[in-house]
């Protein structure tokens, strides 16, 4: 019956059997013009989706700054409780796009899947928001039972993370690659469809972080913001199922039988593109990691306030959901920007650089110690610094997955295996930045080397075309290599010293600087007469404590006052260390014999033999101090010691997880 088909029909039916198998065109580039009315329907598919993905990005982006908020109530806000939510996260939305990798859809349309996906992310994604609270006080029985074998409750906390996000973070790493499988999507160009819906979600994450920190949160509280977040999740479900419903598929869809009724099977057998799906990884790796540093400079200049994160968060997600749409773009003009990806890299490399180089110190400034850096200049200088590199990032991800499905064929797997590995990339970045590049060579040196990962991944993805100065893509990439070895070789290797002056505004003299995983501290001392006056600890751009007779003066009385009310103290803890005043005010109580001190920061405890002056002795060398690095909220929860005295000077409750420190909770845990 085949064999009688001649001509244009031949050729149609050939067409749309390629795109019920598999999508195995190399370029996935329907024939323009031939069917005028389903290219239309295409187009306006395309646009429907991206407005779903659009309102599915405000969601998730809610949902995970509310998770990352809330589980420091349950895990603390320590550096290691930030990195195991974080790799929670990270790792369920993996084990979603590696679902995706391996497994096909089977009888049941993509958006009645993608319906059921989003609904499953709003009712868990809300249970989470409601029961994180409730968790720290329910295993603090466990907390104490572990709290003498630190590993094990580490291990703990990060499984318990895990399986809490588990359901959510998978259905969020599902929903692109399966709603690419819309049959309908198959009548456009894949690079241009993979590029406005990826760039669509990202804006609506952009709009979520805005929104919530900026009116819900402050309107609804915790709780309400969740549930408009379940909200606007549930509404792109119930667009999809009308678009399902009333829209005009081409592709016909058997019923659900009672023996199949599990939506995928995994039965994928392909031989993966290795090297795109390294430079899939690497690009996700360096881009997280670019973001802690960015962040970690940009504190010097703004306050380390749940605003100015959720501001600079946004300049960066809406850099790569441009970069999205651009790359979109160029596939609908036919230009196919996965023969571009070397130079796209280097592109990356070098803004990454330059971006850096050209910062302009005196276009945001704040009063030392002050909150009241407006919103436009945060927003200026995150777009100075971010938004270039973030908008090549967002061009390349779209221009990998393209070329990853002319490799493989089938759409939600090469979306699913691209994507798994630049989410298990994304995984890495912040734990390579925090544990690694920013205490051992600083921010500006992890500048530098996340720029020279860009250049490494541009010689990895590079083919013959790249170096042959017969195409004008190898002159372009010639010029590139040698503005990027210029670059390095003029770049203000000590520009640093100039930031970090801008962040102590040139006062006092530096007695030491230390990057740590959390933060950067620096300590200043003033001299009266040539000796030592008084010092004053800066915790990036934010004065945190001092040793100024006006700062001694209430900092002692969290020491004198509890004494002058039980004088018989003997075990006394103390949270948050700051320059030692409290701790030593505490040591001249007559009956105190052991004092414990608990503080987020190691290297702020390792300053303390940097202060020097007349009668003054390091509290923590004297041997009834016993000190633990360690959220205060999560100690009490998982310590079974009890005190005579608690006490503490934390950072005001603008400081970023500090307002944890403030809470009726907090304090109901000091009984």
């Not at 919530?212 to 379940?230: M, N, S």
């Not at 501001?311 to 960066?316: D, G, K, P, R």
Request: proline content about 6%; overall charge positive; hydrophobic content about 50%.
């Amino acid at each position: 019956m085949s064999s009688s088909l001649k001509g244009p029909t031949r050729k149609r039916a050939n067409r749309e059997g390629a795109a019920r198998a598999g999508d195995k065109s190399p370029h996935d580039i329907p024939e323009v013009g031939l069917y005028p009315s389903r290219d239309q329907h295409a187009s306006v598919r395309v646009a429907i989706l991206s407005g779903i993905l659009f309102l599915s990005g405000i969601g998730a982006l809610i949902f995970e700054t509310l998770w990352l908020r809330l589980s420091g109530l349950a895990f603390g806000n320590s550096i290691w409780a930030a990195a195991l939510i974080l790799s929670s996260f990270m790792a369920g939305l993996a084990l979603g796009n590696g679902i995706a990798a391996w497994s096909r859809v089977r009888r049941w349309r993509p958006l009645h899947l993608y319906a059921v996906l989003e609904v499953l992310v709003a009712f868990f994604g809300c249970t989470a928001v409601f029961g994180l609270p409730l968790l720290g006080e329910l295993m603090r029985p466990i907390w104490q039972t572990l709290w003498n074998y630190q590993p094990a409750l580490l291990g703990l906390r990060f499984i318990l993370s895990f399986l809490i996000l588990l359901v959510p973070t998978t259905a969020m790493g599902l929903t692109l690659p399966v709603l690419i499988e819309d049959p309908v999507l198959r009548r456009t160009n894949f690079g241009r469809a993979i590029g406005f819906l990826y760039g669509f979600n990202t804006l609506g994450a952009v709009a979520g972080a805005l929104l919530g920190e900026g009116y819900l949160i402050a309107a609804f509280g915790l709780h309400g913001t969740g549930v408009t977040a379940g909200l606007a999740v549930c509404i792109a479900a119930g667009i999809a199922l009308l678009v399902a419903r009333y829209g005009r598929d081409m592709s016909p869809h058997p019923k659900l039988s009672a023996q199949r009724i599990f939506p995928l099977r995994f039965e994928t057998h392909y031989p993966p593109p290795w090297r795109l799906l390294l430079v899939s990884f690497g690009t996700g790796c360096i881009l997280l990691c670019l973001e802690v540093v960015w962040f970690r400079f940009l504190r010097l200049y703004v306050p380390s306030s749940p605003t100015a994160f959720a501001v600079m968060l946004a300049v960066v997600l809406a850099g790569i959901g441009l970069g999205g749409l651009a790359s979109g773009a160029l596939h609908r003009c036919s230009i196919r920007p996965n023969h571009l990806l070397s130079v796209l890299l280097l592109l990356a490399a070098i803004a990454t650089l330059l971006s850096y180089s050209f910062f302009p110190p005196a276009l945001v400034q704040m009063r030392i110690g002050t909150f009241d850096l407006s919103w436009r200049a945060i927003t200026l200088s995150s777009i100075v610094l971010m938004f270039p590199a973030a908008l090549l990032s967002g061009i390349l991800f779209p221009s990998i997955v393209a070329n990853v499905q002319a490799r493989v064929g089938n759409r939600m797997n090469s979306t699913g295996i691209t994507t798994f590995f630049n989410t298990t990339g994304a995984a890495v970045g912040p734990l390579l930045a925090s544990f690694l590049l920013l205490p051992g060579v600083g921010y500006q040196w992890s500048l530098v080397l996340c720029a020279a990962g860009y250049a490494l991944l541009g010689i990895l993805v590079s083919d013959r075309s790249n170096w042959s100065f017969r195409r004008p893509i190898g002159l372009a990439t010639a010029g590139f290599w040698v503005a990027l070895a210029l670059i390095v070789v003029a770049f203000p290797y000590h520009r640093d010293d100039l930031h970090f002056g801008y962040a102590r505004h040139f006062l006092g003299r530096l007695v030491k600087k230390v990057e740590g995983p959390s933060d950067t501290y620096q300590l200043l001392r003033y001299d009266l007469f040539g000796e030592p006056y008084h010092y004053q600890l800066l915790a990036s751009g934010f004065s945190m404590s001092g040793t100024s007779p006006q700062s001694q003066r209430y900092m002692r009385m969290f020491a004198y006052l509890p004494l002058a009310f039980r004088p018989e103290s003997e075990d006394v803890l103390l949270i948050c260390y700051g320059c030692g005043a409290t701790a030593d005010a505490f040591l001249h109580g007559r009956h105190v014999k052991i004092m414990d001190v608990v503080d987020i920061s190691k290297e702020l405890l390792g300053l303390a033999d940097s202060y020097s002056g007349i009668n003054y002795s390091n509290p923590l060398r004297d041997p009834r101090v016993h000190t633990f690095v360690q959220d205060g909220r999560f100690f009490l929860q998982a310590s079974q010691r009890q005190y005579d005295i608690i006490s503490g000077e934390p950072p005001p409750p603008k400081v970023a997880g500090s307002v944890n420190l403030y809470t009726q909770e907090f304090f109901s845990l000091t009984n």
